[in-house]
């Protein structure tokens, strides 16, 4: 049974970080890549950070890069995702995901979903 949990999310003010982990099992971690992915109410699941199996070619969209950075730990078959300097309009809900092919910008690309950790940024 293939299982990602995440974990970190909360509340924090503008300016402010957090890091979110997710916890994978369920498969060999070592031959997928990985993506983070954030959804608001109303809004389509929005590409966020991916990294490849091999822990290289970090992509971020251009809303985050410079602010949050992706990595990666083999031994703890997990994810994670450093976001700093918070704005409000990174409140969401984000997801971690297992690559499967394709282009890792697009939600279809991704085979097994997390069930998602609330972030709200307070201004």
């Known amino acids: 049974q293939v299982r990602l949990v995440e974990s970190g999310g909360g509340l924090v003010q503008a300016g402010g970080s957090l890091r979110l982990s997710c916890e994978t099992s369920?498969?060999?971690?070592?031959?997928?890549?990985m993506g983070w992915f954030r959804q608001t109410p109303g809004i389509e699941r929005e590409f966020v950070a991916s990294?490849?199996?091999?822990?290289?070619?970090?992509q971020f969209s251009e809303s985050v890069k410079g602010r949050f950075t992706i990595s990666r730990d083999d031994a703890k078959k997990s994810v994670y995702l450093e976001m700093n300097n918070l704005k409000p309009e990174d409140t969401a809900v984000y997801y971690c995901?297992?690559?499967?092919?394709?282009?890792?910008?697009?939600?279809?690309?991704?085979?097994?979903w997390g069930q998602g950790t609330q972030v709200t940024v307070s201004s």
């Open positions: 990294i490849t199996s091999k822990g290289e070619l970090p």
């Open positions: 369920g498969r060999r971690f070592t031959d997928y890549g």
């Open positions: 995901a297992f690559f499967s092919k394709g282009n890792y910008r697009f939600e279809s690309s991704y085979d097994y």
